[in-house]
């Protein structure tokens, strides 16, 4: 079993930047394909991006190719989101989720893991 545990949202003006970080437990982080999901009120779970489990592949929603990279240390137990030239509709609550084996998937139905997700606002 996996606990996930995200940190590093908060408030920031529209163009500045944020970077999510997503703890792991347990020892086997390594063999967990990462993903960064977000929603706002009233509104499904987005897919934003999603590294392998081995970290080669990683896949990202459109709406954020250009400004988001995932990345992750297993070292650290941990896998990141650096988010620049930040828009307010990017404001949700992000979420990660981790899939043993997982190989970049972008559907929320493919995850087994979820963190309790972290509030990312950003003021026009």
């Known amino acids: 079993q996996v606990q996930l545990v995200e940190s590093g949202g908060g408030l920031v003006q529209a163009g500045g930047s944020l970077r999510l970080s997503c703890a792991a437990s347990?020892?086997?982080?390594?063999?967990?394909?990462m993903g960064w999901f977000r929603q706002t009120p009233g509104k499904e779970r987005e897919f934003v991006a999603a590294?392998?489990?081995?970290?080669?592949?990683?896949t990202y929603a459109d709406s954020v190719k250009g400004r988001f990279t995932i990345s992750r240390d297993n070292a650290k137990n941990t896998v990141y989101l650096q988010m620049n030239s930040l828009k307010p509709e990017d404001t949700a609550v992000y979420y990660c989720?981790?899939?043993?084996w997982g190989t970049g998937e972008t559907s929320d139905a493919h995850y087994n893991y979820w963190g309790q997700g972290t509030q990312v606002t950003v003021s026009s």
């Open positions: 590294i392998s489990f081995g970290g080669k592949r990683t």
């Open positions: 347990g020892r086997t982080f390594s063999t967990y394909g």
């Open positions: 989720a981790a899939r043993q």
